[in-house]
T-cell receptor, first 111, second 114 residues
Framework: LAKTTQPISMDSYEGQEVNITCSHN???????ITWYQQFPSQGPRFIIQ???TKVTNEVASLFIPADRKSSTLSLPRVSLSDTAVYYC????????????FGTGTKLQVIP | KAGVTQTPRYLIKTRGQQVTLSCSPI?????VSWYQQTPGQGLQFLFE???????NKGNFPGRFSGRQFSNSRSEMNVSTLELGDSALYLC?????????????FGDGTRLSIL
């Protein structure tokens, strides 16, 4: 199982770009990298998923270097509503029971 | 499309009782997973059901059990409740439980044991 390491917390001012990096040194060939966002008293919400290079959707970008030993979630121009815990998951196949959410990164957006 | 629905949202029980939590997945999703979330342990995988069969199980005692019905709805049961079972219980569904198919979570059932 690929173990992930993320910063425990980060602070950012509104309007700035935030980059959260996740290390996964023992990622396997078939593993995908997935990021979730969780607000207090709510279930996690899927943000983005990627396998290699760069993936972009309407809310975030995911950068994955060639060696895939790390990945960076980029949130453009954060707002106060982006204050949440962000989890990086690494895994493959069937299924989510084989991955751990870890402690995540608590992002605090400051006005 | 309706999201994942969990009922009830809040529950208070006493030690020794048992409890049943319910989860209705997104229509068409056949995989349902259950998680326990506590401040100390974070999100921990309990078990996953697919086509009415428990396909995978986490490291929890036998007091924690579940089942899935033919319409993919799932229930989770905890017997002989302990104080340490106080937690947010989350249910998540996906098409077939594959990693490249994002999981959709409900907002959970907050279980408090007195």
């Amino acid at each position: 199982l690929a173990k992930t390491t993320q910063p425990i917390s980060m602070d950012s001012y509104e309007g700035q770009e935030v980059n959260i990096t996740c290390s996964h040194n023992n990622i396997a060939t078939n593993d995908y990298i997935t990021w979730y966002q969780q607000f207090p008293s709510q279930g996690p919400r899927f943000i983005i998923q990627g396998y290699k290079t760069k993936v972009t959707n309407e809310v975030a970008s995911l950068f994955i270097p060639a060696d895939r030993k790390s990945s960076t979630l980029s949130l453009p121009r954060v707002s106060l509503s982006d204050t949440a815990v962000y989890y990086c998951l690494v895994g493959s196949g069937e299924g989510y029971q084989k991955v751990t959410f870890g402690t995540g990164t608590k992002l605090q957006v400051i006005p | 499309k309706a999201g994942v629905t969990q009922t009830p949202r809040y529950l208070i029980k006493t030690r020794g009782q048992q409890v049943t939590l319910s989860c209705s997945p997104i229509s068409g999703h056949r995989s349902v997973s259950w998680y326990q979330q506590t401040p100390g342990q974070g999100l921990q995988f309990l078990f996953e059901y697919f086509s009415e069969t428990q396909r995978n199980k986490g490291n929890f005692p036998g007091r924690f059990s579940g089942r899935q019905f033919s319409n993919s709805r799932s229930e989770m049961n905890v017997s002989t409740l302990e104080l340490g079972d106080s937690a947010l219980y989350l249910c998540a569904s996906s098409l077939e439980g594959q990693i490249n198919q994002p999981q959709h979570f409900g907002d959970g059932t907050r279980l408090s044991i007195l």
